[in-house]
Nanobody, 123 residues
Framework: QVQLVESGGGLVQAGGSLRLSCAAS????????MGWFRQAPGKEREFVAD????????DYADAVKGRFTISRDNAENTVYLQMNSLKPEDTAVYYC????????????????WGQGTQVTVSS
């Protein structure tokens, strides 16, 4: 059974940084584009960033562009989300996800999802 396991969430002050990791198992990692989505309380899940199979193409939501960086290590079956200059509005549960599409901002195009990791940014 495919597993995506996120880690690295926590509580941080505004302006701080966190690095999320997502370890994948039981899938051919290099065949999947990977994405990060987030969901804040009372809000819909939203796209944060995605990365192509090779890592050569990345895409970011406007709200995080310039502050977040997505990367992947295909040898380690892991995708990362480096989050800098965090803001209180970044508070959400962050989900790692995988798609066979080359890349996508649409949640319905993602097949596998992790359980999520909580990120809380205090002001």
């Amino acid at each position: 059974q495919v597993q995506l396991v996120e880690s690295g969430g926590g509580l941080v002050q505004a302006g701080g940084s966190l690095r999320l990791s997502c370890a994948a198992s039981k899938l051919t990692f290099s065949s999947y584009a990977m994405g990060w989505f987030r969901q804040a309380p009372g809000k819909e899940r939203e796209f944060v960033a995605d990365i192509s199979r090779s890592g050569g193409i990345t895409d970011y939501a406007d709200a995080v562009k310039g502050r977040f960086t997505i990367s992947r290590d295909n040898a380690e079956n892991t995708v990362y989300l480096q989050m800098n200059s965090l803001k209180p509005e970044d508070t959400a549960v962050y989900y790692c996800t995988a798609t066979l599409r080359p890349y996508s901002r649409a949640s319905y195009e993602y097949t596998y999802w992790g359980q999520g990791t909580q990120v809380t940014v205090s002001s």
